[in-house]
């Protein structure tokens, strides 16, 4: 595993045995030894007009990293066909390729 050599990480790994997954979320210096690990998440209550803080915002480096450990548990972005525009426009192309077939079929047949 490669860790950053110093600061924060987020790991996850696969939990089938809770149908889950499990994170790690930890700190390291500069000699990259750990040195804590959070052991708690907290929720407080909020007022209904107030502006809720990020729980925590991480370095670029740090999310593609959880991405990566999320992706070998086996998850993948949920894509709705319908909001895909490449699907969308390889679809037309392939319906104007069909018509043009039956377009040439239908006069092959005429004559």
Request: proline fraction near 5%; charged fraction near 25%.
């Amino acid at each position: 595993m490669d860790f950053p050599v110093q600061g924060l990480s987020i790991r996850a790994q696969s939990a089938p045995w809770y149908d889950g997954v499990e994170f790690l979320i930890f700190d390291r210096d500069q000699l990259n030894k750990t040195r804590g690990v959070v052991s708690n998440i907290e929720f407080t209550t909020v007022e209904e007009a107030e502006i809720a803080r990020p729980t925590l915002t991480l370095p670029i480096e740090v999310v593609q990293m959880l991405f990566n450990d999320l992706w070998q548990c086996g998850l993948r972005p949920t894509i709705d066909k319908h909001d895909s525009p490449g699907e969308l426009r390889a679809t037309k192309e392939h319906l104007k390729d069909l018509q043009k077939l039956v377009f040439n079929h239908w006069l092959n047949e005429q004559e």
